[in-house]
């Protein structure tokens, strides 16, 4: 069974740093095309943020580009490094495997206060 478990979701100031992590499990070796991270804020509809593919390739949604870096490592745990964090950086970012018909974690809650 695949399980995917995000940590770090915080309430903090503008202009600060997070570090998201997502734990991995249950996944047949290779079988993870794409790994990335989608938020929600309230009232909106779920969002794309960043991706990294198999073989290392990363894309990011304008919106975070240059202050938000997505990595992995070998042992399957997903990174968002969130640097210069915005008010509309706030909603609930969730872990995802394969894209939105994929594997979802429950998600982790990030505020940020102006």
């Known amino acids: 069974q695949v399980q995917l478990v995000e940590s770090g979701g915080d309430l903090v100031q503008a202009g600060g740093s997070l570090k998201l992590s997502c734990a991995v499990s249950g996944l047949i070796r290779g079988a993870a095309i794409s790994m990335g991270w989608y938020r929600q ?66 998600g982790t809650q990030v505020t940020v206060s102006s």
């Open 41 to 106: 804020a309230p009232g909106k509809e779920r969002e794309w943020v960043a991706s990294i593919r198999r073989g290392g390739t990363t894309d990011y949604a304008d919106s975070v580009k240059g202050r938000f870096t997505i990595s992995n490592n070998t042992k399957n745990t997903l990174i968002l490094q969130m640097d210069s964090l915005k008010s509309e950086d706030t909603g609930v970012y969730y872990c995802n495997v394969n894209g939105r018909r994929g594997y979802w974690g429950p």
